[in-house]
């Protein structure tokens, strides 16, 4: 059944119905994204990424009852879509669900789904791109997208967003240092959460340090960053230059379950968006978002064509000549790729 | 040039060479790959994942150490090669080099290598995939292979070992539940490193009852996984029951920074691979290591084919209209697969 038209009318049932279509990737569901792409591109799409151990799941809820009870203007349709790739075999992600319901249950205006690997990364990738499209063409003005954990997995699925939150937290362990080198190039808003517990000033400094390494300008706008922080001062004012059209990621404090910093992190969210309009850097970053989805879609698409031309038999004798050690497994997929 | 021959006359200097061609995928080293390929098969190989602050790499040091000096025996030769998928663009994995230097530089039995991400996570796993077969020709007898984080790129990775470790620590907050559902399912040997830290007894308690989850039967076997843990007994026996041909991980406590319980560890490894022996399960293994290591590399030679015969042109207009929002990601995906 295609669901497109009950989508657009806002049903969230044919919304649901829609998504699973999408994660089972479906002809019906492939039907429907296509009918529904020319209607997207009008959400905000935030990217939410960060190592396990940070608060993800309880910054991304107070997010979206921010957003649902703003402090002024009328409050906006929300979707967070919160995907696990750690998870290959069982569903890690439902659990998440349970908990958050509790807070965001019954609000007509909020839709969270939960994503796990089924299989191939680049497969929930894929997946994950859909459910953003359709959320996106059922209306939602902002759409969070969560992932667990710090690797290639989340900076590819955070290539999906136009705003990046990169959450750290004090006192995770070193290995975290090696993990900030790489995700801090896709950071638009650094947040430490958890920003009660001691060893914040630390944590604070270090993302600073990394900051200018990453952006060597960076000591020229040192004042924009971050003031050097105080334990009063929960959150430090998120700065842009925009008359430079250059973006430093400000660093905000946060306490998510206590709900502290919220609106600071909301308002860093506002102005990186802000940032993108002004600087003309949303047309070239949505040009950008689309050429990796499509690179993605394109992977997928070739592996489905080769597996559809090639019998099972022919994989299975390549591999055994391999396990034979006649051929060296680089020989065989060369033998194998002649199919496409 | 072919550094084959050199390599297998355990010329250091000629592996770390071929290393290098094998990361920048030339010609040259896929040749010497090639005849490299039938010399391979006799190594140990070691899986070693876990989410960042567990110390994984302190513990891959000593275990290292153990097998250089071990309790009887001749010394053994052991590779370790650490790979960080989180670091896409900039070299995570390199500071790690640094410190293991220290303790084991300078003996020739020992060989690290660092690799970090340069692109594609599947071109990493390629990569790696690539650097353990020549390791593997080189003569080392126990190859480590550790991965930073606990996504599906380390999943993909640990499928290169006959043993997986997975590694855990007490007081890592959360979030770690939702990732060891998953990664549990490819753990031989669970280790709780940093067990002299509070919470200890908490993490093997999460850890038997997630273990009892996974192994349906295990409960019959429960006094062979753990005994309920002592603060006098840091680690608690390893435990298979071959008679059955069942392996049930073990879990091993070890506080690597102080060397303790890194003979368990040990002897729990020595026991999987018996265990995998004795069993028939390391043909088993080693095919369905095959296999996944020939998907992955069939999937970059197709995308490779596929990037000869398309002009950059094609791609781009593809793009284009996708940006205008006439063609969907999808389809023009197909559409450029044709060319395939």
């Known amino acids: ?52 151990g940070t608060g993800k799941s309880s910054l991304v809820n107070q997010l979206a ?38 807070d965001l249950a ?20 894929a997946a994950t791109s859909g459910v953003v499209q359709a959320l996106d063409a059922g209306g939602f003005d902002l759409i969070l997208i969560e992932t667990v954990g710090a690797g290639q997995a989340e900076v590819d699925i955070a290539r999906l967003a136009h705003t990046t939150l990169v959450i750290e937290a004090p006192g995770l362990g070193d290995d975290i240092q090696a993990i900030k080198a790489g995700i801090l190039e896709i950071a638009d808003v650094l947040v430490i959460n958890k920003a009660d517990r001691p060893g914040v000033e630390n944590t604070e400094r270090s993302l600073r340090s990394m900051l200018q390494l990453g952006h060597p300008t960076a000591h020229v706008f040192q004042n924009h960053i971050s003031k050097p922080g105080h334990e009063a001062a929960l959150s430090t004012p998120p700065a842009a230059d925009d008359g430079l059209q250059m973006w430093i990621p400000p660093i905000v ?3 998510a379950t206590e709900g502290l910093g919220i609106a600071d992190l ?48 022919q994989f299975g004798g390549a591999l055994e000549r391999v396990a ?15 199919n496409c």
């Not at 009318?9 to 994660?23: F, V």
């Not at 019954?106 to 990738?125: N, Y």
């Not at 034979?324 to 997929?333: C, G, V």
Request: hydrophobic share 40%.
């Open 324 to 338: 034979r050690r006649e051929i060296s497994p680089w020989q065989a997929a060369d033998e194998l790729a002649q």
């Open 1 to 52: 059944m295609n669901f497109a038209p009950q989508v657009l009318q806002g049903n969230r049932l044919a919304l649901a119905r829609l998504l699973t279509q999408i994660e089972n990737n479906t002809p019906a569901g492939r039907a429907a994204l296509d009918e529904l792409y020319g209607q997207t591109g009008r959400a905000h799409r935030i990217g939410v990424t960060g190592a396990p």
């Open 106 to 125: 019954g609000d007509p205006g909020v839709f969270i789904r939960s994503m796990a690997s089924r299989g191939s990364l680049g497969g929930l990738a």
């Open 253 to 255: 404090r946060t306490v």
């Open 65 to 102: 009852l921010h957003y649902r009870r703003p402090p002024q203007g009328d409050p906006l349709r929300v979707a967070v879509v919160a995907v696990d790739p750690s998870s290959p075999f069982t569903g890690g992600a439902i659990l998440g669900d349970r908990v958050r319901m509790r």
């Open 266 to 313: 909301a308002a860093a969210i506002a102005q990186h968006r802000q940032h993108l309009q002004s600087s003309g850097e949303l047309a070239q970053r949505e040009l950008a978002r689309l050429r990796s989805e499509l690179e993605l879609l394109l992977r997928e698409t070739l592996v489905a064509r080769w597996r559809e031309r090639t019998p099972d038999e």
